[in-house]
């Protein structure tokens, strides 16, 4: 439970901070997909640990924001 939490919480964190840098829908969409996507497949990956996580959220929502250029 306190793995998912930390999981959860630190998605939300990256793909926020991240979202803050851009004004434009579409794009703080795709940010915020990718970064959701990402850090869930990140935390798969590597059994839930947070750097995963937020590895694979940071991931994410650098390819959700240049998919949505």
Same mark, same amino acid.
């Given at each position: 439970?306190?793995?998912?939490? &930390? /999981? @959860? $919480? +630190? $998605?939300?964190?990256?793909? +926020?901070?991240? =979202? *803050?840098?851009?004004?434009?829908?579409?794009?703080? !969409? !795709? @940010? @915020? #997909?990718?970064?959701?996507?990402? #850090?869930?497949?990140?935390?798969? &990956?590597?059994? #839930? +640990? *947070? $750097? !995963?996580? !937020? &590895? =694979? *959220?940071?991931?994410? *929502? $650098?390819?959700?924001?240049?998919? /949505?250029?």
């Amino acid at each position: 439970m306190k793995k998912t939490l &930390v /999981t @959860i $919480v +630190s $998605v939300m964190l990256v793909t +926020s901070l991240l =979202g *803050a840098c851009t004004h434009d829908e579409k794009h703080m !969409g !795709g @940010i @915020i #997909g990718g970064g959701v996507v990402g #850090g869930v497949v990140g935390g798969a &990956v590597t059994g #839930g +640990s *947070a $750097v !995963g996580v !937020g &590895v =694979g *959220a940071v991931g994410g *929502a $650098v390819v959700g924001h240049e998919m /949505t250029k």
